[in-house]
């Protein structure tokens, strides 16, 4: 059974920097493309960023420039590093792992993340 769990959320000003981690365990972690998500109140789930296997990554336009998202195989994690922090980044974060985009893969609990402005 997949188990994701995020940590590194905290109330932050804007402008500021957080990382954060999600450890995966009961999982080929190498084989799973790794994902961060976020939904704020009121609003659906959105991507954030993914990276694939092979490292190659993808971000929503809202963060390009801003946040980057990196895999450790060794430590069966995914690190999403985010710096100058808008209030609109606040949300909670979901980390994700799939064997592919076809499948909706599995899901941590989330970190909550608030920038005060």
């Known amino acids: 059974q997949v188990q994701l769990v995020e940590s590194g959320g905290g109330l932050v000003q804007a402008g500021g920097s957080l990382r954060l981690s999600c450890a995966a365990s009961g999982t080929s972690f190498s084989t799973k493309i790794m994902g961060w998500y976020r939904q704020a109140p009121g609003k659906q789930r959105e991507l954030v960023a993914t990276?694939?296997?092979?490292?190659?990554?993808n971000y929503a336009d809202s963060v390009k420039g801003r946040f980057t998202i990196s895999r450790d195989n060794a430590r069966n994690t995914v690190y999403l590093q985010m710096n100058s922090l808008k209030a609109e980044d606040t949300a909670l974060y979901y980390c994700?792992?799939?064997?592919?985009?076809?499948?909706?893969?599995?899901w941590g609990q989330g970190t909550q993340v608030t920038v005060s402005s």
């Open positions: 994700n792992a799939r064997p592919s985009m076809m499948f909706s893969g599995a």
């Open positions: 990276i694939t296997t092979g490292g190659n990554t």
